[in-house]
């Protein structure tokens, strides 16, 4: 994920064999992990049919966890229903809206 930082996401488990994403900072010498427990979260699955209600005209591209000014949020990206090209944040814990970018198509 590239947000104002870059960042690997990684899924895994950690001893007790829960799920985990880990977001692992590419940048400085000291790694600060912001690690997200999966049984916590909105699933992936779950997050794109909540979406696909709120935009059922929509075509997605992909959902990615990010993490943005501290916040873990689901990345969506997709085309609206005006074939704009949209990246959509929304929480990774309730699906809440936290910001949208849309880019118009200049060239076709």
């Known amino acids: 994920f590239n947000g104002a930082s870059a960042y690997h996401v990684v899924y ?15 940048e400085g010498e000291e790694k ?3 690690i997200v427990d999966v ?12 979406w696909k209600q709120d935009c059922s005209g929509c075509d ?3 959902i990615t966890p990010a993490l943005m000014d501290n916040e873990v949020l689901w990345e969506i990206v997709y085309y609206d229903e005006n074939d704009r090209y949209v990246f959509e944040y929304r929480s990774i814990y ?3 809206h936290y910001q ?5 198509r200049q060239f076709y």
Do not use: C, H, W
């Open 94 to 96: 309730d699906g809440a």
């Open 100 to 104: 949208e970018i849309r880019y118009l």
């Open 32 to 34: 600060t992990l912001t």
């Open 39 to 50: 049984a916590d979260i909105v699933p992936e699955q779950a997050m794109i049919s909540k």
């Open 60 to 62: 997605l591209v992909k």
């Open 12 to 26: 895994g488990e950690n001893e007790e064999g829960k799920g985990q994403i880990i977001f692992y900072p590419l």
